[in-house]
T-cell receptor
Framework: GAVVSQHPSWVICKSGTSVKIECRSLDFQATTMFWYRQFPKQSLMLMATSNEGSKATYEQGVEKDKFLINHASLTLSTLTVTSAHPEDSSFYICSARGGGSHEKLFFGSGTQLSVL | EDQVTQSPEALRLQEGESSSLNCSYTVSGLRGLFWYRQDPGKGPEFLFTLYSAGEEKEKERLKATLTKKESFLHITAPKPEDSATYLC?????????????FGAGTQVVVTP
């Protein structure tokens, strides 16, 4: 099946620093990628929808200046958490969809961010 | 308001003890209902997509069914390796990008 690679798997950073998370579709072109956030024992909450070559669409309540999303190519989307604070500590997961298919959304393995 | 509700929150089963998980949904227009399995610290793993009421899909010990208001995931004779959190999600016809709205999940623990 299709593979979505997400890096890093975990990251620890100091408060005030920025962290970049990468999401790559390895064997298909992803016209649309989604970024989710998950707190312990809670479900996935959609943060934003990222389309290649255009600005991301953010869900209500998600700060676009804090969570910068770039989808510069059909195989790569990045999420940058700027000026991270302890409350940003969470599990971030990306998913990718190939052109024309709503059948399956493939998920990355997630990134655990801990802000000290 | 679109809602996806899963029950129970947690389920503890003996190996071989079959059970069902429930996912009820209230959406303006359903394009598809998805089931995923998630292991701790991992991303969700795709299981099934259901599109219309009456549809059923099977994979090994898992069987998913769909009605106009809910979906069930049946686990037949579960094994310890079936322990995971099972997530259901809906995709709405009103969304052109295909984003998913997830339920809170059911944590399943299967003991030997």
């Amino acid at each position: 099946g299709a593979v979505v690679s997400q890096h890093p798997s975990w990251v620890i950073c100091k408060s005030g620093t920025s962290v970049k998370i990468e999401c790559r579709s390895l064997d298909f072109q992803a016209t649309t990628m989604f970024w989710y956030r998950q707190f312990p024992k809670q479900s996935l909450m959609l943060m934003a929808t990222s389309n290649e070559g255009s600005k991301a669409t953010y869900e209500q309540g998600v700060e676009k200046d804090k969570f910068l999303i770039n989808h510069a190519s059909l195989t790569l989307s990045t999420l940058t958490v700027t000026s991270a604070h302890p409350e940003d500590s969470s599990f971030y997961i990306c998913s990718a969809r190939g052109g024309g298919s709503h059948e399956k959304l493939f998920f990355g393995s997630g990134t655990q961010l801990s802000v000290l | 308001e679109d809602q996806v509700t899963q029950s129970p929150e947690a389920l503890r089963l003996q190996e071989g003890e079959s059970s069902s998980l429930n996912c009820s949904y209230t959406v303006s227009g359903l394009r598809g209902l998805f089931w995923y399995r998630q292991d701790p610290g991992k991303g969700p793993e795709f299981l099934f997509t259901l599109y219309s009421a009456g549809e059923e899909k099977e994979k090994e010990r898992l069987k998913a069914t769909l009605t106009k208001k809910e979906s069930f995931l049946h686990i037949t004779a579960p094994k310890p390796e079936d322990s995971a959190t099972y997530l259901c999600a809906v995709q709405m016809t009103t969304d052109s990008w295909g984003k998913l709205q997830f339920g809170a999940g059911t944590q399943v623990v299967v003991t030997p």
